[in-house]
């Protein structure tokens, strides 16, 4: 499939997927909307993907929303003309639209591992922390700009950040709008590791990709179900979930192959 905002390319079981706007320095318009979320929808339904990469083309992976977007917004929470419940009831239904773009990450049933450099502003937040993996260069720069707009974040860093690097230092960073650079992401738990450079981040990143492509892609998916079940749900039914997950799944021609390439003393390959 090819996008006018978002370049897609699929090799060796990794489907590397790029904004595509860099001269707005990746800000997401209606049309990156729509095309990011057809990407990760023909993403999720082909067995030949492993693993996904995620970046952005130029020198800032996400500067947020684009400005002409929140002009759509009040145009949208207006055309009810006398009814102001309905024209909310719209603007409501709009967000949860965009909501619904980065749940198809958070959803997705391969890992996916994001590379930030440059700016990774607002809804760039939203996007990283809807990923499995956050890689950045030390001097990316992270900052929830809402409340400077005067609005809340509403499409999943008010809610995702705090699991991430904890209740307090994610309220400094959503009320106070301050910048975190990629080295202070890394000390805090935002990325798992910022690098010197661009081209380290970029290497660092595939060599993850790779060595996820080669495991069990059924073994992935159920893992990725499982730590998402378990981050909204209670021990005792996150305990319940992966039993019924491995009764359903465990026998698979995965784990033949896995036994017999650790018998063999060789590299396993999985079916797609």
């Known amino acids: 499939m090819t996008f006018s905002t978002v370049d897609l390319q699929v090799s060796a079981g ?20 729509d095309d990011f979320r057809a990407a990760f929808k023909a993403i999720a339904s082909r067995p030949d993907v492993r693993v996904v990469l995620l ?32 024209g909310s009831d719209a603007l409501r239904r709009y967000i949860l639209d965009l909501q619904d773009v980065f749940r198809q990450v958070e959803l997705c049933p391969q890992p996916v591992i994001v590379t930030i ?26 900052c929830l700009k809402e409340i400077d707009l005067a609005i809340v974040a509403d499409v999943g860093a008010v809610q995702r950040l705090p699991r991430l690097i904890g209740d307090g230092r994610a309220r400094e960073m959503i009320y106070t709008a301050r910048e975190v650079d990629g080295a202070e992401a890394e000390a805090i738990g935002l990325v798992n590791k910022a690098f010197v450079s661009e081209d380290d981040m970029r290497a660092g990143a595939l060599e993850v990709a790779k060595v996820l492509a080669g495991k069990s892609p059924l073994a992935l998916r159920g893992c990725k179900q499982s730590v998402l079940f378990s981050r909204d749900h209670t021990v005792e039914d996150s305990l319940a979930q992966v039993a019924l997950w491995n009764a359903a799944m465990m026998m698979s021609a995965d784990l033949t192959e896995a036994i017999a390439a650790q018998g063999e003393r060789r590299t396993a390959i999985y079916r797609d």
């Not at 997927?17 to 990746?26: D, I």
Request: proline content about 1%.
């Open 117 to 142: 450099s440059g700016a990774c502003i607002g809804a760039g937040v939203d996007l990283a922390t809807a990923c499995d993996l956050r890689y950045a260069t030390r001097s990316a720069r992270f």
């Open 55 to 86: 970046g952005g083309n130029g020198k800032h992976f996400c500067s947020g929303i684009d400005v002409g977007m929140l002009a759509e917004m009040r145009d949208i929470a207006a055309g009810a003309g006398d009814c102001r419940g309905r």
């Open 14 to 33: 990794i489907a590397t997927v790029a904004l595509n706007r860099p001269e707005r320095a990746n800000a997401f318009n209606r049309a990156l909307w």
